[in-house]
C-alpha cells in the first residue's frame, strides 16, 4: 500500500516569508508526528497529532510554527516569519495507534531552504 | 527527559566484514529502542525494535540488536555488510506510556569499503 508522502519534496522560500508543509500519512492510521532534521543531527520531534487534536506539541520551537489535522488524516506544518534557521528537513510520521512501542513510519520529507 | 548518545559519527568497514553500531540511552525505565537507516534520497525506514522480551532483536537485512540493560545499550549488528548497507543509521528511544514523539541520536554514518 502507499506509504507516508509529504508535499513539495523542496521548498525554497525568502525570510520572512510564510510556508506550508503537508502531510498524508499512511490511510488508517491515527497517530502523526512532526519531526525536523537539521544537517548532520538527528530527527528533533515537533508535534505529535491522535486524531484530529494535538496531544503534545512541547517540541515547537515556538510560536512561528503550527501545525494543523482537521479531519485527523492529513496534516500541514505551517512556519510564519520563516528564519535562515528554519532551514532543515521535516519529516512527517504516522503510526497505527500511536505509543511509544507502535512502530512509525516516515514520508521521504520536504526540504526547506530560507534565504 | 530520555536522550540517546551514538558515540560514532562515521564507520568504515570492509565488504563482508562484520559491523557493531554503538547506542547508549538514558531513560528512567526500560524503554522502548529502534534502528533506523536513512539511505540517500530515502525516508527513515524501521530495522527493528525492542519493546519486552528476548533481548536479542532480529530484524531485516540481517541485522540484530542486543538490549543491556546493565549498560544502558543497544547495540546493532551485522555479520556480513555489503555495499548496499552504506547509509546513515539511528538510534531512537521512546518513552513508555507517553504520547512522545521519538528521540534520536545523531546518527552513525557508514561506509563501506571494497
Known amino acids: 500500500g502507499a506509504g507516508v508522502s509529504q508535499t513539495p519534496s523542496n521548498k525554497v522560500t525568502e525570510k520572512g516569508k510564510y510556508v506550508e508543509l503537508r502531510c498524508d500519512p499512511i490511510s488508517g492510521h491515527t497517530a502523526l508526528y512532526w519531526y525536523r532534521q537539521s544537517l548532520g543531527q538527528g530527527p528533533e520531534f515537533l508535534i505529535y497529532?491522535?486524531?484530529?487534536?494535538?496531544?503534545?506539541d512541547s517540541g515547537l520551537p515556538n510560536d512561528r510554527f503550527f501545525a494543523v489535522r482537521p479531519e485527523g488524516s492529513v496534516s500541514t506544518l505551517k512556519i510564519q516569519r520563516t528564519e535562515r534557521g528554519d532551514s532543515a528537513v521535516y519529516l512527517c510520521?504516522?503510526?497505527?495507534?500511536?505509543?511509544?512501542?507502535?512502530?512509525?513510519?516516515f514520508g521521504p520529507g520536504t526540504r526547506l531552504t530560507v534565504l | 527527559a530520555q536522550s540517546v548518545t551514538q558515540p560514532d559519527i562515521h564507520i568504515t568497514v570492509s565488504e563482508g566484514a562484520s559491523l557493531e553500531l554503538r547506542c547508549n540511552y538514558s531513560?528512567?525505565?526500560?524503554?522502548?529502542l529502534f534502528w533506523y537507516v536513512q539511505s540517500p534520497g530515502q525516508g527513515l525506514q524501521l530495522l527493528l525494535k525492542?519493546?519486552?522480551?528476548?533481548?536479542l532483536v532480529q530484524g531485516i537485512k540481517g541485522f540484530e540488536a542486543e538490549f543491556k540493560r546493565s549498560q544502558s545499550s543497544f547495540n546493532l549488528r551485522k555479520p556480513s555488510v555489503h555495499w548496499s548497507d552504506a547509509a546513515e543509521y539511528f538510534c531512537a528511544v521512546g518513552a513508555r506510556g507517553g504520547a512522545d514523539g521519538l528521540t534520536f541520536g545523531k546518527g552513525t554514518h557508514l561506509i563501506i569499503q571494497p
Open positions: 497529532f491522535q486524531g484530529t487534536g494535538a496531544a503534545d
Open positions: 525492542y519493546f519486552s522480551g528476548d533481548t
Open positions: 531513560y528512567g525505565a526500560t524503554p522502548y
Open positions: 510520521a504516522s503510526s497505527l495507534s500511536g505509543g511509544g512501542a507502535d512502530t512509525q513510519y
